[in-house]
C-alpha cells in the first residue's frame, strides 16, 4: 500500500501481518512522523468548543459578547488529519487483520487496540525482555561460522532488546560483540582492549578493524593452501623422476654375456684356449708350457 504525503511524495507503508509489531510500529511511527500526522495518533483529535456570539441585553449598539456552548465539535483540519493516519494504518494491514480495528473512529483508538492486541501486557512483555536478555548475555561465535553470519545474529537481538524498551548503549554493545568472538579473533580482541578507548570507541570502528583483521588472515590461509598444493605437486614431480630413472637405467643395460679377462686383455675362445693380444694361443689339450 502507498500513501501520499502533504508535500505531494509517497511513502510505502510496511505491511503487517501479525508478526513482529515492534519492529513494525517503529516503521509506521516513522512513516507517520514523515507524515505530520503523529500528533492525532499520539495525542488524538481534540473536540473543540463552539464559541457563539451572545446579545448583550443592554440594546442595539452594543458589543457581543461570545460564550462557549455545550455543544463541541472537531476542527475540519483535525478530521481531515485523523483521516489520512487512519487509511495508512488500515492499508498497512492484512485482510485478515483488518477486523480487528474495523469499528474503530479515530487513529489513536486503532494504533492503541493493535498495541494491546499484538504488543501484550506489561508481564508478558518482562518475561519476553528477560529471555532476550539471556540470549544476549550467552551469545557466543561458533567455531566455523563467518563473522558475518555473526554480526546478523549478534544485532538481531540488540534490536529485539531495543524493541522491548530495553536500553543498550554503545559500549555494552562494543564490549559484548568482543567478547562473543571465536578464538579465532583472540589476536586483534587483544589489541583492540589494550589499544583503544573502549568507553568512547564506536561499534562501527570495532566491525572495520575485525573485518580487515579477518581479510588479512585469510588472505595468509589462501597463501598456505598454495603452498602447500605447489610442495605437494613438487616432491610429486621428484618422486616420479627417480622412479623413472631407475626403470630406464636397468632397461638401457644391455644384457652382455661375461666374458672373462685377465690384466693384460686376454680372453678365452670358445675352443676352450687362451688368446692373447698377439694372436698366438696355447692350446690346453697339448700341455702347453
Not at 25 to 37: F, N, P, Q, R, Y
Not at 50 to 78: F, K, N, Y
Not at 125 to 148: N, W
Request: charged share 30%; hydrophobic share 35%.
Amino acid at each position: 500500500m502507498v500513501g501520499s504525503s502533504s508535500s505531494g511524495g509517497d511513502l510505502r507503508t510496511p505491511q503487517f501481518d501479525g508478526a513482529n509489531y515492534d519492529f513494525w510500529a517503529v516503521k509506521m511511527e516513522t512513516i507517520l512522523i514523515a507524515h505530520d500526522l503523529w500528533d492525532v495518533v499520539e495525542v488524538g483529535v481534540q473536540p473543540q468548543p463552539v464559541l457563539e456570539e451572545e446579545e448583550d441585553s443592554r440594546g442595539e449598539g452594543s458589543e457581543a459578547e461570545q460564550v462557549p456552548v455545550e455543544a463541541s465539535t472537531i476542527s475540519r483540519e483535525d478530521r481531515i488529519k485523523n483521516a489520512k493516519a487512519l487509511s495508512l494504518i488500515q492499508g498497512a494491514l492484512t485482510d485478515e487483520l483488518f477486523p480487528c480495528i474495523r469499528i474503530e473512529k479515530t487513529v489513536k483508538g486503532a494504533w492503541d487496540t493493535l498495541r494491546r492486541e499484538f504488543r501484550g501486557d506489561k508481564k508478558v512483555r518482562a518475561v519476553k525482555l528477560q529471555a532476550v536478555i539471556a540470549d544476549f548475555e550467552y551469545m557466543r561465535m561458533t567455531d566455523g561460522e563467518s563473522f558475518d553470519s555473526n554480526l546478523a545474529r549478534f544485532f538481531g537481538t540488540v534490536n529485539n532488546l531495543k524493541s522491548l524498551g530495553e536500553d543498550v548503549f554503545e559500549t555494552r554493545i562494543v564490549q559484548k560483540l568482543l567478547m562473543s568472538l571465536s578464538r579465532r579473533y583472540k589476536s586483534i580482541v587483544s589489541i583492540v582492549e589494550e589499544t583503544l578507548d573502549l568507553d568512547v570507541l564506536r561499534v562501527e570502528e570495532v566491525i572495520a578493524s575485525i573485518k580487515v583483521y579477518d581479510k588479512k588472515e585469510g588472505l595468509h590461509d589462501e597463501r598456505d593452501k598454495l603452498v602447500g598444493t605447489e610442495r605437494a605437486f613438487s616432491s610429486l614431480k621428484v618422486g616420479n623422476n627417480q622412479v623413472h630413472g631407475t626403470h630406464k637405467g636397468s632397461q638401457s643395460r644391455p644384457n652382455q654375456k661375461w666374458k672373462g679377462q685377465d690384466k693384460k686383455g686376454s680372453n678365452w675362445s670358445q675352443n676352450g684356449s687362451l688368446n692373447n693380444n698377439n694372436g698366438s694361443s696355447w692350446n690346453n689339450s697339448d700341455g702347453g708350457n
